[in-house]
């Protein structure tokens, strides 16, 4: 039995009938080349095989009595494999356009809380005798660096499936607390939050002066934008429960040249690019935002000692994405600047702040406030929080394989909020960024105009920079 952080926790008050908190991806896979053949059976054996390499594939929750507490996770008495493992195929002709739109169906069909929080779906019927698998995982239970260790568990290096030994201790369910027993739990933990409130206010009113100071003694400095000071726009909205999915995948070289030739970083890149599309795409629409698009974007606080643990370890940081400037060149230079700014101020606010903080939540009150703000439509009547999430999730530089098939691509799919319409989620393979665009299509009818974009965006820079 083990109780969520406040930051896991929040994942699930978030959640509500149109914004779901589950991660995904979507990979593309070449069964070609298992060695004994590929099918979705095989793909099962091997789930079966690896449960053990990964606690949450059969841990679920436990709701305390009344939101007295966060919940807790147990080793699920009732895990049953084949609920989560599902089997589909994607009209014909199979290409890109109809597996998305089909992924984009299956990321908007919640996760339920009565099993573990996870699903995969074998997805057939590819163009070029190609597969895909399509993961979901809760927001709850991983974030990016610990569901890239979550898909470790299934990957191997080679096509010859790896036998991994058993585990020393085997796997032991768990039965279902009592009300008594639990809320008895969730008092003993509550009575300890006064002193660690009383340390994370301290922690938080030095860091706030620090962060004071240091914009006192660099005025040329612009710091970070603020929450809620992004402009409208169209896709800053209420959101329906309907998804729409997009890709693209960018040369990884071309972004690295970039990166080196301007003293920047390849998140810093990646942000331009996004900037840049994003930027036609409200053109192309006639929309003209009174200021320049702001990005929220999350970053990893795991620290050597935390790798191989799961739950969250993450924070945010919010970045202009300097819209409002016509050379690229510009646009990426005042971005590489603004996320300098941002981890000057993180690291002073520290990286267990945000964390702090949201273990004093009540979770009857935050999920009932999540829920009304969505009923409302609140999202409509205020300046946006920001405009889009952009996460970049470094992944392997060597080739992949599951069940023997090789993985081709790997395509990202984040979550979107109310007031938030689009996530742009990016993850590096082999010698390629593979972007996933994830709209609701009542904000963004069409996510491919913006996925296409990329392509635009990194040739417009890459000829800035060859011009320079």
């Not at 996870?118 to 990016?144: Q, S």
């Not at 599951?402 to 590096?428: C, E, H, K, Q």
Request: some cysteine; glycine content about 6%.
């Amino acid at each position: 039995m083990q109780r969520l952080t406040g930051l896991d926790a929040g994942f699930l008050y978030m959640e509500t009938s149109t914004s779901f908190m589950h991660v995904a991806s979507l990979m593309v896979l070449d069964p070609s080349t298992a060695p004994h053949g590929f099918s979705f059976q095989s793909l099962r054996e091997l789930y079966a095989e690896r449960l053990d390499q990964a606690p949450p594939f059969r841990r679920r929750l436990v709701e305390v009595p009344l939101g007295l507490h966060h919940p807790i996770w147990i080793e699920d008495p009732d895990f049953d494999l084949d609920w989560h493992l599902r089997h589909i195929a994607v009209p014909a002709p199979g290409g890109m356009k109809e597996l998305t739109e089909l992924a984009g169906h299956l990321a908007a069909i919640p996760l339920d809380r009565s099993h573990p929080l996870w699903e995969a779906w074998l997805i057939d019927g590819l163009e070029g005798g190609n597969v895909a698998l399509l993961t979901k995982v809760h927001h709850a239970a991983i974030d990016g660096a610990s569901g890239e260790e979550l898909m470790v568990a299934i990957l191997d290096l080679s096509p010859e499936i790896e036998r991994k030994p058993p585990p020393a201790k085997p796997w032991q369910p768990e039965r279902v607390p009592s009300d008594t027993e639990l809320v008895a739990h969730a008092l003993a933990s509550l009575a300890q939050q006064p002193v660690r409130a009383i340390k994370t206010v301290r922690r938080t009113v030095e860091a706030a002066l620090q962060i004071r100071e240091t914009n006192r003694r660099q005025p040329d400095q612009k710091p970070p934008p603020s929450p809620f000071s992004a402009p409208r726009t169209s896709f800053n909205a209420t959101l329906t429960p309907h998804r729409a999915f997009a890709t693209a995948s960018l040369p990884l070289p071309e972004v690295k040249m970039i990166k080196n030739a301007r003293g920047t970083t390849v998140n810093d890149v990646v942000l331009t690019i996004c900037a840049g599309a994003l930027r036609r795409y409200l053109d192309a629409r006639d929309e003209h935002p009174d200021g320049p698009l702001v990005a929220m974007v999350p970053v990893s606080v795991r620290t050597e000692d935390q790798k191989g643990t799961h739950g969250n370890r993450v924070s945010s940081m919010l970045c202009t994405l300097a819209t409002d400037l016509d050379d690229p060149l510009e646009r990426l230079d005042a971005i590489h600047a603004c996320m300098a700014a941002a981890k000057e101020q993180q690291n002073a606010i520290g990286a267990d702040t945000l964390q702090n903080w949201v273990e004093f939540a009540a979770p009857a009150v935050a999920a009932q406030a999540a829920r009304l703000y969505s009923r409302m439509k609140i999202a409509d009547r205020h300046r946006p929080l920001f405009n889009v999430t952009i996460s970049n999730v470094p992944g392997p530089p060597f080739p992949l394989y599951i069940a023997g098939a090789r993985m081709l691509a790997t395509y990202p799919m984040g979550p979107i909020f109310d007031g938030g319409g689009i996530n742009i989620t990016v993850m590096s393979y082999l010698d390629s960024l593979d972007f996933g665009v994830l709209v609701c299509p009542e904000l963004i009818p069409d996510p491919w105009v913006i996925a296409d974009g990329l392509h635009e965006a990194l040739e417009e820079l890459a000829k800035a920079v060859d011009a320079s």
